[in-house]
């Protein structure tokens, strides 16, 4: 099995378990499930702000440890401080050395959305993103078939989440594309082989209707890589290992967004 096909079989197995220890009655109880989330498109097209989910992440399947001892707190509140326009929160222990509480803790310190970043498959995991404060998913067509896209993001939606639909490839866009979904993710790292390539926004770019929000991820480290693919419609950047790689991750981003600053935004 390649790493995708590993990670899904050992979500089944995690929330075959996860839903006998934490009932959904349980979840629904929490203070997060009455209320109601930031919109994520709205944020990611804001004039003032520069599109980026800056994304908190210990480790991955592709680079090993990234960073093992950033505080959440002290990085997502100083990402947001920065100008992140959005959160990404890791919450996938086994591959990624996430977990649910650090989401609620980015949601207790920060007003801007959060997206919850894991490998959904059922909808008690949307239930689960409800009540620990997420305002947004995320939908991996690579593990799902499109009927699964449309129910999964059809439930997402009757709790008031929107929804970034991630692809890798035209096969992905065109099977799984559905009206459900409020963003399209263009993920430049090919999950099966880890290789990463800033052409494969650049070649979908055109494939992806404009009523959707274009969010590239993967593979983004330098100012003119966004200057670039905003040319092609990018309103969202997903960014990462550019700043948990650092021993001050908010710093870093800081420093991006002022660089940013020095050029004048293109918007397609």
């Known amino acids: 099995m390649n790493i995708l096909e590993q990670i899904t079989a050992f979500k089944r197995q995690e929330v075959a378990e996860r839903k006998a220890l934490y ?20 944020y990611l097209l804001r004039q003032d702000l520069h599109g980026i989910i800056a994304e908190f992440k210990r480790k991955s399947p592709s680079l090993g440890i990234i960073n093992a001892h950033a505080s959440v707190e002290r990085t997502t509140i100083g990402y947001m401080q920065a100008g992140a326009s959005a ?20 949601r207790k310190f920060n007003f801007c959305p959060i997206l919850r970043k894991d490998f959904i ?52 866009l065109e099977r799984t594309l559905t009206d459900q979904v409020d963003a399209i993710g263009v993920n430049n790292r090919n999950l099966k082989d880890f290789s990463v390539s800033i052409n494969t926004s650049k070649e979908l770019a055109a494939l992806i209707p404009d009523k959707f929000v274009k969010v590239s991820e993967s593979g983004i480290s330098k100012a003119e890589t966004i200057l670039d693919l905003r040319t092609y419609g990018y309103r969202g950047f997903l960014m990462g290992e550019a700043f948990m790689k650092t021993s001050r991750p908010e710093k870093a981003l800081a420093s991006f967004i002022e660089t940013l600053k020095t050029d004048k935004p293109i918007f397609a």
């Open 23 to 42: 009932p959904v009655k349980l979840l629904e109880q929490t203070i997060y499930f009455e209320t109601q989330p930031v919109s994520f498109r709205k």
């Open 87 to 106: 959160l990404s929160v890791l919450t996938d222990a086994q591959f990624f050395g996430g977990k649910n509480d650090d989401l609620k803790i980015a």
């Open 121 to 172: 498959i059922d909808e008690y995991q949307i239930i689960e993103a409800k009540s620990i404060g997420a305002d947004v998913i995320l939908l991996i067509a690579g593990i799902l078939q499109a009927d699964e896209v449309n129910k999964l993001a059809a439930f997402a939606k009757s709790l008031g989440l929107e929804i970034l639909l991630e692809v890798h490839d035209r096969e992905e």
